[in-house]
């Protein structure tokens, strides 16, 4: 599985980006998936997770009612519209695949990574 993540960038607070992270090499609608981020000098940190069909979703404490991850099956695409972005926000944020049906928490159940995309939030 290749995951490419991308729509990272520079924003002020109180807004918004939308990352995508396109997969291939697996029938996307089989696995979850999610979104995890790492600042400097902190661990990584889960986001948000969803089902393989969509239709279940599950969030970090930090972006809840903020964050919204969805999922294209025909595009092969998830995606995390990050609305009323704060600098706390500020770190690289990874796709990650669970060949499961259902997303977990834990960074060490994921099966493969994208590279990354940067998210930077000013005050």
């Known amino acids: 599985v290749q995951l490419q993540a991308s729509g990272g960038g520079l924003v002020q607070a109180g807004g918004s980006l939308r990352l995508s992270c396109i997969a291939s090499?697996?029938?996307?609608?089989?696995?979850?998936m999610a979104w995890f981020r790492q600042a400097p000098g902190n661990q990584r940190e889960f986001v948000a997770g969803?089902?393989?069909?969509?239709?279940?979703?599950l969030y970090g404490d930090s972006v809840k009612g903020r964050f919204t991850i969805s999922k294209d099956n025909a595009k092969n695409t998830v995606y995390l519209q990050m609305n009323s972005l704060k600098p706390e926000d500020t770190a690289v944020y990874y796709c990650?695949?669970?060949?499961?049906?259902?997303?977990?928490?834990?960074?060490?159940?994921?099966?493969?990574w994208g590279q990354g995309t940067l998210v930077t939030v000013s005050s």
């Open positions: 090499g697996r029938t996307f609608s089989s696995i979850a």
């Open positions: 969803i089902s393989s069909s969509g239709g279940s979703t």
């Open positions: 990650a695949v669970h060949f499961r049906v259902i997303p977990t928490t834990g960074a060490n159940e994921y099966n493969y």
